[in-house]
């Protein structure tokens, strides 16, 4: 089912869009970063809407079937981590640095774009 127009990620760059073009030459000082901070937090929400989330699955996925777990696979995927189960050398450490490497980058497209150019 397709939602009705305008959609969430529109409404927010709108809603945003208004607190910078039309309040934000209005405000100083504290007022001024309060609005800006808003602004960020509206930006991120619009893009963590608009995202395809299948990574998250598809990594959850990966994590499962790396560590064998059911419960809690990314608690479980840490602690394998931290245990060293995928250090240099290991049987799975290329296929794991690609997961995070991606799984870092997709989170970056939401929260940091300007990091990867695309903002």
């Known amino acids: 089912m397709q939602r009705e127009a305008p959609e969430g990620p529109n409404l927010l760059a709108t809603a945003r869009d208004a607190l910078l073009i039309e309040i934000l030459p209005k405000l100083s000082g504290t007022d001024a970063f309060t609005l800006?901070?808003?602004a960020n937090a509206m930006a991120i929400a619009a893009r963590e809407a608009a995202q395809d989330d299948a990574?998250?699955?598809?990594?959850?996925?990966?994590?499962?079937r790396l560590i064998s777990a059911t419960e809690a696979p990314d608690r479980a995927f840490a602690a394998a981590i931290r245990a060293g189960a995928f250090d240099p050398g290991s049987t799975h450490h290329a296929e794991v640095a690609a997961m995070l490497r991606a799984a870092a980058r997709m989170r970056c497209v939401i929260s940091a774009p300007r990091v990867l150019g695309k903002g």
Do not use: G, Q
């Open 55 to 64: 990574w998250v699955d598809e990594t959850r996925s990966a994590m499962k």
């Open 36 to 38: 800006r901070m808003i």
